[in-house]
C-alpha cells in the first residue's frame, strides 16, 4: 500500500470527516465565546493533548479489555463493534475507527471538563476540539499499525511493532497506540522476546465457549465463539 492510498483509505471512515467538521465548529464556537484567559485557553488544549494517552490507556486496558462488558446484555453489542471484532479480525478497515456513540462520548468527557476548570466555557470548546484533533491523529496511526503499509519513520514502525505484538502476541501489554509513555509507566509495556509464550486469548480477549455459554449475548452477534487466527478461519 502507496502513502497516497493510506490516507484515501484513511478519509473514506465517516469517523473521520465528522470529527474534523466537529473540531472546526468547537473552534469556531469558542471564537464566539472565548476562553476566560488566554493563559487558560492554552492550558486547556495542553491539558487536552497531554492526558489524551493516560485516558485512552485507561480506556483500552480497562474498559475494552476488562472482561465485564459482555456480561450485561445491553453492553455486548456494543463491547463486539468497538474491540471483540477488531480484535477477531485486527485488519478489517470497517471496524478499525471506532464508532460515533462510543467515542464521542468519551472524547468529551475526557477534554471538556478539564477544559472549563483551565478556561471556562471557551477553554472546555478548545479543549473538545483538540481532543477531536488529536483523536484524528491516533486513528491515522493506528491506520500505519493496521493497514498494509510499511512505515520509513523509525517511530512509527516501532510503533506498529509493538501495537502488532498486542493484536498477534499478547494482548495484556502494549496498549498505546501513538505513544508507549502510560505502559512505560504501569509496566505493561513488551518485546515479543519477553513475553515468549503467546496468550491463548490474544483474539477473543478470553471471550471463548466456555464463557460464551453463560454470557451468550456475544455469540449470538457473532455466529458462535470464535477459536484461533483470524486468518485461518477465514481461509477454512
Known sequence: MSFRELVTAYFQHYAIRAYLVLSALALGAAAMVPPASLAGGVAAVIAAVVLYPLIWYLLHRFVLHGRWMWRFPFLARTWKRIHY???????????????????????I?????????????????????????????????????????KPRHPWLAEMKR????????????????????????????????????KSPTVFNLGYDAAIAERYPWVARLSGGAAEGHPRRRASA
Do not use: K, S
Not at 477477531?88 to 478497515?93: A, R
Not at 478499525?96 to 464521542?104: Q, V
Not at 483538540?130 to 493497514?147: I, K, P, R
Open 85 to 107: 471484532d477488531h480484535h477477531q479480525d485486527p485488519n478489517h478497515l470497517e471496524v478499525l475507527f471506532g464508532a460515533l456513540h462510543t467515542t464521542l462520548p468519551a472524547i
Open 162 to 197: 509493538r501495537h502488532m505484538a498486542h493484536h498477534f502476541h499478547d494482548e495484556t501489554g502494549n496498549f498505546g497506540i501513538t505513544t508507549f509513555w502510560p505502559d512505560r509507566l504501569f509496566g505493561t509495556l513488551y518485546d515479543r522476546a519477553d513475553r515468549p509464550e
Open 109 to 149: 468527557l475526557a477534554t471538556a471538563p478539564v477544559g472549563w476548570l483551565l478556561g471556562g466555557t471557551g477553554g472546555a470548546l478548545l479543549a473538545l476540539a483538540a481532543g477531536l484533533l488529536t483523536t484524528c491523529a491516533y486513528e491515522f496511526v493506528h491506520c500505519v499499525q493496521h493497514l498494509p503499509f
